[in-house]
T-cell receptor
Framework: SQQGEEDPQALSIQEGENATMNCSYK?????LQWYRQNSGRGLVHLIL?????REKHSGRLRVTLDTSKKSSSLLITASRAADTASYFC?????????????FGKGTKLTVNP | DAGITQSPRYKITETGRQVTLMCHQT?????MFWYRQDLGHGLRLIYY???????DKGEVPDGYVVSRSKTENFPLTLESATRSQTSVYFC????????????FGSGTRLTVV
């Protein structure tokens, strides 16, 4: 069963605009990760934020985490056509002795030139 | 995708046939995973392995068999392929519990006719 749920399911913006995607999850986590998937390719790890962190930056990416609301957001600033892809959040649950990430269904981002 | 390769890239097989998807990683990662990706379901974990000779079921293991005799290889076998196993299959690897992110292969698109 999916732990993370991304919102919106699809997002279409113009080049240069910012894109914001959200992820909600249900149980406590060790960390939350964001991945990108270009069409026909595997997922690529973008950024990891630990449960004791609130914000993290990597280049044009900004991730926030609110553990009280069990939610995270991924902001891509000054988007480019090359950012067109699906974006997935994945959570590392604290409970259950699990050694596996649980992925959401993704947000499909289209950046129009 | 450097360091983890999947083969074949595309495969068409008939119902009832046995088919094996290969996954090879050069990172010496302890953990390896098999996911399937279907529209509307996102990524679902089939099997995972914490080390050579240690495997465990994921969310959707029925109809699949895995083995891991060497750290670098993690083949996935469909014992008797069914149409419902038509999907895109991704192999991934990570070091400690995915805490530094997973590395994904490029995927195998399997069609069962």
């Amino acid at each position: 069963s999916q732990q993370g749920e991304e919102d919106p399911q699809a997002l279409s913006i113009q080049e240069g605009e910012n894109a914001t995607m959200n992820c909600s999850y249900k149980t406590s986590i060790n960390n939350l990760q964001w991945y990108r998937q270009n069409s026909g390719r595997g997922l690529v790890h973008l950024i990891l934020i630990r449960s004791n962190e609130r914000e993290k930056h990597s280049g044009r990416l900004r991730v926030t985490l609110d553990t009280s609301k069990k939610s995270s957001s991924l902001l891509i600033t000054a988007s480019r056509a090359a950012d067109t892809a699906s974006y997935f959040c994945a959570t590392d649950p604290t409970q259950g002795g699990s050694e596996k990430l649980v992925f959401g269904k993704g947000t499909k981002l289209t950046v129009n030139p | 995708d450097a360091g983890i390769t999947q083969s074949p890239r595309y495969k068409i097989t008939e119902t009832g046939r046995q088919v094996t998807l290969m996954c090879h990683q050069t990172w010496s990662h302890s953990y390896m995973f098999w996911y399937r990706q279907d529209l509307g379901h996102g990524l679902r974990l089939i099997y995972y392995s914490a080390a050579a000779d240690i495997t465990d079921k994921g969310e959707v293991p029925d109809g699949y068999v895995v083995s891991r005799s060497k750290t670098e290889n993690f083949p996935l076998t469909l014992e008797s392929a069914t149409r419902s196993q038509t999907s895109v299959y991704f192999c991934a690897s990570s070091d400690i519990r995915g805490r530094y992110g997973y590395t994904f292969g490029s995927g195998t698109r399997l069609t069962v006719v």
